[in-house]
């Protein structure tokens, strides 16, 4: 929104007393409004009418001065302390000789447990409704983490606590502490700001935020909404271990991990040593006896297969194998002499009768075979010499014994 006004240049600039005129005359159009904060501090001297208290934003660092009357201060039960959590109805006001803005408060309104309760539960049901309380979000917590992140007061018993257990389960655990507020109008700040550090640092495997048991007003921080979002957002898993048992801020259903105490945070963040060497030394154990068994079990089956006569005397199968195939292949010479004496002997008989029918064995007991030729050169055996036509000479020659008789040219013949 602007000013309405004529437009101001170099040349003809407004004077301070203007400028604070018109803010003071845009902010007085302003209503009154209710607006709720924490106190952090109070200054109702004796002898003056106006006391002033600083009103803060309980999620951001915002604050803004207020003023009232000093009876209405005086006049609140429970009177009004620093950390106070109040609801104030005002008008903006701008005091034009220092340029300062303030609210003039004409109501207070302490913000009791039950008002503060029942905004807690409102602001879980709307957690819940969005899905940050959904298990299934949940990160696994590392089993060993290389760096702890604790966010914890200064010198508490929290932050001993979660030192002195953690280490003593796991004598080489490292921890990054941030000491901050843990109550209080800077509690939420300075642990979003520890948180975002530690998130980022990529040595941090989880991160703890610890504090110790309190009043429903000393744990409001950590049921926060920005704080809860910051956690839910955070991309390292978050243990919660605020209060004791009885208590639970809205954390403890955001962070991945809840812890009744700060004491339970330090035992579960790490492993036990003690109980880690443990369960080595029984799994050695059973290592051993299941090798052991293993060895025996298949000795065992060596044993028994060296019982077994193949194995016992490997030789004497072979021997027999090997007499089998001495005496098959004797039997397999035997068969084959046998087949080929019986081939010969049947060769030697039908050699017999083709000699005893051929010609060859007549012409040795001294008989001829004559072939006559006749005059055109045609050819006939003579079964007789009857057979011989008239006019026809015959030559008988003896070759290697035998008789054999042809045609004979005009030479010297010899009849029969």
């Not at 008789?403 to 010297?412: H, L, Q």
Request: net charge positive; with cysteine.
């Amino acid at each position: 929104m602007t000013v309405p006004g004529p437009q101001t240049t170099a040349e003809q600039p407004w004077p301070v007393r203007t400028v604070t005129r018109k803010i003071a005359d845009w902010i007085n159009r302003l209503g009154a409004v209710w607006v709720e904060g924490q106190v952090t501090q109070v200054s109702a001297r004796p002898g003056t009418a106006t006391a002033f208290l600083t009103l803060r934003d309980t999620s951001a660092d915002v604050s803004i001065s207020v003023t009232c009357s000093t009876q209405l201060v005086r006049g609140m039960e429970p009177p009004l302390t620093d950390g106070s959590r109040v609801v104030v109805h005002g008008k903006p006001s701008y005091y034009t000789g220092r340029g300062t803005l303030s609210l003039r408060v004409d109501e207070i309104r302490a913000v009791g447990i039950g008002e503060l309760l029942a905004r807690i539960e409102r602001l879980r049901r709307l957690l819940a409704a969005e899905g940050l309380f959904d298990p299934r979000r949940k990160r696994p917590l590392p089993f060993l983490p290389r760096t702890i992140g604790l966010i914890t007061g200064r010198a508490s018993a929290a932050e001993r606590d979660v030192l002195t257990n953690a280490r003593g389960r796991w004598p080489g655990a490292h921890f990054r502490v941030i000491n901050v507020a843990v109550q209080g109008t800077t509690a939420v700040p300075q642990v979003m700001t520890a948180l975002k550090t530690l998130d980022a640092d990529p040595d941090v495997d989880v991160i703890v935020i610890a504090r110790g048991g309190g009043s429903v007003e000393d744990l409001l921080p950590f049921s926060d909404e920005t704080l809860c979002r910051a956690v839910s957002a955070c991309g390292t898993p978050v243990i919660s271990a605020i209060g004791h048992e009885p208590d639970t801020p809205l954390l403890d259903h955001v962070a991945d991990l809840r812890c009744s105490t700060p004491t339970d945070a330090g035992k579960r963040v790490v492993p036990d040593v003690a109980e880690e060497t443990q369960r080595i030394r029984q799994l050695r154990d059973r290592t051993r006896r299941a090798l052991h068994g293993w060895v025996d079990r298949e000795r065992r089956l060596l044993d028994a297969l060296l019982s077994r006569p193949v194995l016992a005397d490997p030789l004497t199968p072979l021997r027999r194998r090997s007499d089998e195939v001495n005496a098959l292949r004797d039997r397999g010479r035997r068969e084959i002499k046998s087949l080929v004496g019986t081939e010969e002997r049947a060769q030697s008989a039908i050699r017999a009768r083709l000699t005893t029918l051929g010609p060859a064995a007549t012409l040795a007991r001294g008989y001829a075979v004559v072939q006559s030729v006749a005059d055109d050169g045609s050819t006939s055996v003579l079964r007789s010499v009857d057979d011989a036509a008239p006019g026809t000479h015959l030559r008988v020659r003896l070759v290697d014994g035998a008789i054999r008789a042809v045609v004979p040219d005009d030479d010297t013949r010899e009849r029969r």
